[in-house]
C-alpha cells in the first residue's frame, strides 16, 4: 500500500466533522480555530513498540493507545480535547496494521469528539506520535505547582492493573482469567477526561499517573514545593488486582507500576464530600490516598505510618 493510500484511509476512518477545523488533513498544514474566550493547551506523547506497549499488541489497541496517553495529559490539565495529529513510523506499508490503528484511534476519538487534523508518515522502527490539542476557560488549566501543606491527595479510580499485566505477560498467570481484565487495562487505558474538566473547580493540583504514583506525585510535590505522604493502605485496587497479588507486590505495583492513567490531585482539607458528589455524577470514583505536608519528596507510609522502601519509583527512560 502507498504512503498516500494509507493516509487517506486513516483520514476517512477518523472522519469526524468540528466547526473549528477550517482546514484538515491534506495540505501543508492544519488551520484551527481556538473558540473565543479559551486558551490552547497542547501536548504530545511517543509510543515505542516493546517500549509502551508490547510487542505484538493488537493494532487497534495500539491506536486507542496512542490517542489515550495524550487525551490523559489533556485530562491532567483539565482541559476539553478537540484536535490531534499523527506522526506514524511503520517498518513496512501494512495495510492490515493501518486498518486496526485507525479503527482503535478513531473509536476513542469519536468518544471524545476528537478531529484528526494533520499528520505524518514515515519507514522506520514502529513508533507512533500523537499531538493533541484542547481548550481550557483562561487562567484555569490545572498544574503540577498548586499543592499546598494541609491538602489532601486523591487519585481516580484504580492503581496497579496495567503494571500487573505487565507483570504476568509471558508467564502461565497469563491464562487465568482474571489476566484479562488487568491486560484491558494496559492495552486500553480510560483517560479521565470528565473528571479532569469537574476538578478545575477543586483541585490545587493534578498529573496523570503515567511513570508510577510515587514518581508522578514526586513531580507535583517538587513543582508545588511541598511534600506528600502517601497511605498505602489506602490505595483503591481493582477485584482482579486483589485476586492475584496481595501484600508488598500489590503495593510495589500500585505505587511505582505506572501507566494507570488515572488522575492524581490535591484538594483543599474538607472538601472531600463535595469532591465525591461532584465526581459521582459523572459516574467516577475518587480516593483520599494522602495528604499534603510542609517539607520535600513523597513518602510512602505503611499502616503502621512506617516508611514503605520500593526498589524503584517508576519508569524512567534514561535510568
Ligand atoms: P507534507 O509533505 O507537505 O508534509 P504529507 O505528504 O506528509 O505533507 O502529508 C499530506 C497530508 O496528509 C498533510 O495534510 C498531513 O497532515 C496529512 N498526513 C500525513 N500523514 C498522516 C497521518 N499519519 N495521519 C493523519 N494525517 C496525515
Ligand atoms: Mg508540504
Redesign the pocket.
Known sequence: MA??D??DH??RR?DLARADVRL???????VLAVPAGHELVACTDTLVAGVHFPHGSAPADIGWKALAVNLSDLAAMGATPAWA????TLPEPDAGFVAGFAEGFADLAAAHHVA??????TRGPLAITVTAHGFVPPGQALRRDGARSGDEVFVTGTLGDAAAALRLLGTSRAAEFTFAELRARLDRPTPRVAAGAVLRARATACIDVSDGLLADLGHMANQSGVGIEVEAACLPASPALLAIFDGRERCALQLAGGDDYELAFSVPAGQAHDLAQDLARIGCAATRIGRVVDGTGVRALDAHAQPIELPRRGWEHFA
Open positions: 504512503e498516500f494509507l493516509i486513516i483520514r477518523c484538515g488533513i491534506g495540505d501543508d498544514a492544519a495529529l499523527l506522526a506514524l484528526l487534523v494533520g499528520g505524518d508518515t
